[in-house]
């Protein structure tokens, strides 16, 4: 087996997935760090009503990103260049959906930095794929 990132298509992969899995293990461990991070406001838990389904929302947000994390590290590993191609249009759509959540006022606007985020690395590994298709040929 040989695991190894071979080009700047795959490091644009492992970075995402690198980031997303630390921040999902920091929301596993403590949810109200990823809650502070989002711009929300972060309640004490004692304070919080019976119905408030917050923190396992988060919990449960927090592990999707740390799944989501590994499958990105370990496509990077593998070279998986059909999971890249396809990381590129739906991290455009996340971009689309975030900023809307932001602008409609049901997310904090800080949010849309999680919606630039996303576009960022869309275009950085759309761009990464091109450069280094061209390269190969």
Do not use: C
């Amino acid at each position: 087996m040989n695991l190894r990132i071979r080009d700047a298509s795959g490091w644009t992969i492992f970075i995402f997935g690198l980031l997303a899995l630390l921040l999902g293990l920091a929301g596993l461990i403590r949810p109200e760090i990823l809650l502070s991070i989002l711009g929300f406001d972060v309640l004490p838990r004692a304070a919080r009503a019976g119905g408030d389904y917050t923190m396992t929302f988060m919990t449960a947000s927090a592990m999707a990103s740390f799944n989501m994390g590994v499958y990105y590290v370990l496509a990077a590993l593998n070279d998986i260049k059909s999971f890249y191609r396809w990381t590129v249009p739906f991290r455009a759509l996340t971009f689309i959906v975030f900023t809307l959540t932001a602008l409609s006022g049901t997310a904090p606007v800080r949010f849309i930095g999680v919606a630039a985020w996303e576009l960022t690395g869309a275009i950085a590994t759309g761009l990464a794929l091109h450069f280094d298709g061209r390269r190969k040929q």
